[in-house]
């Protein structure tokens, strides 16, 4: 299957600093690249949803200027969560797509834990 | 407002035995209904997807079965095993076409 990587795996950052998370997608050029946050024992939440080339639609509630959002390449995407404070501290997650449509299934990461101190 | 359930309590079962999940919606017309497995610490893996026309889908121990009358979808693993342990999440097609809703999964233990 197709495979989605994510680094780091785990961050641990002071508060008010920036931290970048990468998402690639392996063996196939992703059409939409999603990301994804989950706190212990909650669901998902979508952030955003990004295409390659354009600006990310973000999700009622997300900050797009805390939560910055490349999608630079059919293979990349990149998460930055600036000036990260302690209640930004959670497991991120990042899926690729191809095709527009949900009928076409979402490869996740394998997630990165982020931890502000 | 839109809602999407699962079982919150853990799921026990022995070993062999037919494990059931469901995964109920309300305000929803979803197009499809996806299942994904999560393991701890990990990001989720696709199962199988069904299409609103479709009853039920198969894929080895694996049936899904979707109503869209009872607006209700079954999962079932059939010959349990240890290894079937993990959390499973069912998605919905929001926002017409584009984006997924993930309920917030229920755990499932098979005890050997």
């Known amino acids: 299957g197709a495979v989605v990587s994510q680094h780091p795996s785990r961050v641990i950052c002071k508060s008010g600093t920036s931290v970048k998370i990468e998402c690639r997608s392996l063996d196939f050029q992703a059409t939409t690249m999603f990301w994804y946050r989950q706190f212990p024992k909650k669901s998902l939440m979508l952030m955003a949803t990004?295409?390659?080339?354009?600006?990310?639609?973000?999700e009622q509630g997300v900050e797009k200027d805390k939560f910055l959002i490349n999608h630079a390449s059919l293979t990349l995407s990149t998460l930055t969560v600036t000036s990260a404070h302690p209640e930004d501290s959670s497991f991120y997650i990042c899926?690729?797509?191809?095709?527009?449509?949900?009928?076409?299934?979402?490869?996740f990461g394998p997630g990165t834990r982020l931890t502000v101190l | 407002s839109q809602k999407i359930e699962q079982n919150s309590e853990a799921l026990n079962i022995q070993e062999g035995k037919t494990a059931t999940l469901t995964c109920n919606y309300t305000n929803y017309s979803p197009a499809y209904l996806q299942w994904y497995r999560q393991d701890p610490g990990r990001g989720p893996v696709f199962l199988l997807l069904i299409r609103e026309n479709e009853k039920e889908k198969r894929k080895e121990r694996l049936k899904v079965t979707f109503d869209t009358t009872l607006k209700q979808s079954l999962f079932h693993i059939t010959a349990s095993q240890p290894a079937d342990s993990a959390t499973y999440l069912c998605a919905l097609d929001s926002s017409g076409y584009s984006t997924l809703t993930f309920g917030k999964g229920t755990m499932l233990l098979v005890s050997p």
């Open positions: 899926s690729a797509r191809v095709g527009r449509t949900n009928y076409n299934e979402q490869f």
């Open positions: 990004s295409n390659e080339g354009s600006k990310a639609t973000y």
